[in-house]
């Protein structure tokens, strides 16, 4: 699978996108226009190996709902993850078997270097 999961509305996104400079075969998902549904987050859960891993702790909800200050299971990351877009870290790059959580200097250049060798 050749997939990214981002908002067409962060500039931080889009400013990646355009620095991986994908090929045309890449499918692209507005995640606030195209809800993520079970089965693609279950199958980002089996690349990445945790829910956990996909959350955003950043999002302003999970500021606002004092998220920080209760013990969340992967069920509850799992379940916040589909309740609103927000909480999915972003982007999420899937290049085969291998996935690219969030948008630091390090994962966005082992993203680029997987796609284009």
């Not at 699978?1 to 620095?19: E, G, H, N, Q, W």
């Not at 692209?28 to 993520?36: R, W």
């Not at 982007?91 to 996935?99: A, G």
């Amino acid at each position: 699978m050749k997939k990214v999961y981002f908002l067409k509305t962060c500039s931080t996104c889009v400013r990646i996108l355009k620095a991986l400079d994908l090929p045309s075969d890449f499918i692209l998902q507005d995640i606030k226009e195209t809800e993520i549904t079970v089965k693609q987050l279950e199958e980002l859960h089996r690349l990445s190996g945790s829910y956990e891993a996909l959350f955003s702790k950043r999002a302003k909800l999970y500021k606002e709902m004092d998220l920080r200050n209760q013990e969340l299971t992967e069920k509850d990351y799992k379940h916040y993850i589909l309740d609103h877009y927000t909480f999915l870290s972003r982007p999420v790059v899937v290049f085969n078997d291998q996935i690219f959580i969030g948008n630091s200097a390090k994962t966005v250049e082992a993203a680029k270097q997987a796609i284009h060798g």
